[in-house]
């Protein structure tokens, strides 16, 4: 019905007054409407005399359907912790609209560049992403910013310590000529040699010997050498570097960076994203399903600013007034509930009544007016509101919160053993291996202890704590032998574990 509306449409409008044809409509991937609005002669049924429209995607449909595959893996896959899970489709669900809404409005050559970032981002990889939605990149930005800036102070501060001391050099070098020609020098040319010029600027003849005082005496018999000046000098540069280590990564005024800074840190640290390398398979599966929708082809039509929401507004409207499960046969019935809905959007619900009233030749009721009019307030304040950052960060809450939960959950079934993976079982009874005190509890007698290799085929005697004892049956084997023996030993109280946490769970 949908499709054989457009055409109705556009075969109107183009033959009503003023020949008007529609450019471009946006809408979702209904196959339908794009094969009636192309020309006869290419199968369609728009005549030929009205140029055909060009299609472009509403953003929020393409997210659903660009995440569909991705749902439809974690619906396939089992309990393979490897495989894919529904708290992966939720995050590039996620990572799909940031991308969408915040590139669209840019060129498509960008938009292409950056088609990689949702599922590279789920993978920890974030060389495309964009830093208004993307804290890793907005925090590796920060610390390029940060680190240049310190490079820049430490040029400038270098730069002028270079300066200061060549002027000192000139001026030394200036005295000794103007003694050494006062002193009647034996070398006639009132400057001292080229090696002792340079040895002066680490002469310790200057330093002040107060009374008391050690940490100002110099031991004069040291001497440099050419190679040991030289690094002196290039330390020396960079004395003041070491002020500026502790603000290339948090500077002071940025608390909020700190915060994600540690939320980063806690997020890399339980293991939040994926690893390419360990989770190959699902990587190259998210990629293959993702590559049909990131051709040129298909980003054209996301690369625009247009919104469908006012549509949806309208809908929801309509279906209050006209629900879809009722039928109005040929009446006027449904016309005039949709000719309702269509003018109290545009018009309000205060000034389309009192037009109706009006228009019957009698007055609006003072009560029934006030009510209309609180109703409209009511609508604005709350649109205002919805177009904060506020409201919309309360409209994604809830899915931010199903996205925690999936992801809260998926990490206990793992820790617990729940999920399934090759030697998950083995991994959790692990964690409840006895240790060395449980061996040996506080208070068993000292002729009743065990060691490591208490086991029938290894050791059999009690009172004693390792093998270095002479009643270890283990004490004259190899450290070869005793690293099988542990083993064995191991592996049976890891089988006896994993039977009885089956026994549990039954």
């Known amino acids: 019905m949908e499709a054989a509306v457009a055409l109705e449409i556009c075969i109107d409008l183009y033959d009503g007054d003023y020949a008007i044809f529609i450019e471009k409509i946006v809408s979702d991937d209904d196959s339908t409407m794009r094969s009636h609005l192309v020309h006869e002669e290419q199968g369609g049924k728009l005549p030929l005399r009205i140029p055909p429209p060009e299609f472009l995607a509403d953003p929020s449909h393409r997210i659903k359907v660009m995440s569909g595959p991705i749902f439809s893996l974690a619906k396939s896959e089992g309990k393979n912790p490897a495989k894919c899970k529904k708290i992966d489709a939720l995050r590039i669900k996620k990572y799909i609209g940031c991308y969408i809404y915040q590139n669209r409005g840019q060129s498509i050559e960008v938009m ?31 610390r390029l910013e940060l680190t240049m800036s310190n490079m820049k102070e430490v040029a400038a501060n270098n730069s002028d310590m270079e300066m200061s001391n060549s002027d000192s050099g000139s001026n030394s070098g200036s005295d000794n000529g103007s003694n050494s020609g006062s002193g009647g020098s034996n070398s006639g040319s009132g400057t001292e040699p080229e090696t002792e010029s340079d040895d002066s600027a680490y002469n310790t003849s200057d330093c002040n010997e107060d009374e008391g005082s050690d ?4 031991d004069e018999d040291i001497e440099l050498d050419e190679e040991e000046i030289k690094e002196c000098k290039f330390l020396q540069k960079y004395d003041r570097t070491y002020i500026c280590d502790e603000t290339i990564f948090t500077a002071d005024n940025l608390e909020a960076m700190k915060a994600r800074e540690i939320a980063m840190y806690k997020k890399n640290k339980r293991c939040y994203y994926r690893c390419k390398e360990k989770h190959a398979d699902l990587y190259k599966e998210i990629t293959l399903a993702m590559s049909q929708f990131i051709t040129r082809a298909m980003l054209l039509q996301l ?4 919104s469908t929401q006012k549509n949806e507004a ?19 019935s449904l016309l005039t509930r949709v000719g309702i809905a269509g003018a109290c959007q545009i ?42 950052p506020k409201g919309k960060r309360k409209r994604r809450s809830r899915k931010h919160v199903k996205i925690n939960k999936e992801h809260k959950d998926f990490m206990e079934g793992h ?12 991994a959790a009874a692990r964690k409840n291996l006895p240790t060395a005190a449980a061996r040996n509890p506080t208070g068993t007698p000292k002729d009743q202890w065990k060691c490591p290799y208490y086991h029938p085929l290894y050791c059999t005697q009690l009172g004693h704590n390792d093998c270095r004892s002479p009643l270890c049956g283990m004490k004259p084997r190899s450290k070869e032998e005793r690293e099988v023996a542990k083993k064995v030993i191991l592996q049976e109280v890891l089988d006896a574990e994993v039977i009885r946490q089956a026994a549990n769970s039954e």
């Not at 940490?215 to 110099?218: Q, S």
């Not at 309208?314 to 499960?325: G, R």
């Not at 018009?347 to 009019?373: E, N, P, R, Y």
């Not at 820790?415 to 083995?426: C, D, F, M, R, T």
């Open 112 to 142: 292409m560049a950056k088609a990689k970032a949702p599922v590279e981002h789920l993978f920890n990889s974030h060389k495309w992403c964009d830093p208004e939605w993307c804290w890793a990149k907005q925090l590796d930005n920060k």
């Open 215 to 218: 940490t100002d005496k110099v």
């Open 303 to 306: 690369n625009h600013t247009y």
């Open 314 to 332: 309208m809908n929801h409207s309509v279906s209050s007034t006209a629900p879809k499960s009722k039928h109005y046969s040929t009446t006027d």
């Open 347 to 388: 018009l309000g619900h205060a000034s389309f009544w009192t037009k109706v009233c009006s228009a019957f030749d009698f007055d609006i009721d003072s009560g029934l007016l006030s009510l209309l009019q609180q109703r409209d307030a009511h609508k604005r304040r709350k649109n205002a509101r919805a177009a904060t």
């Open 415 to 426: 820790n617990a053993g729940l999920a399934y993976e090759s030697g998950i079982a083995v």
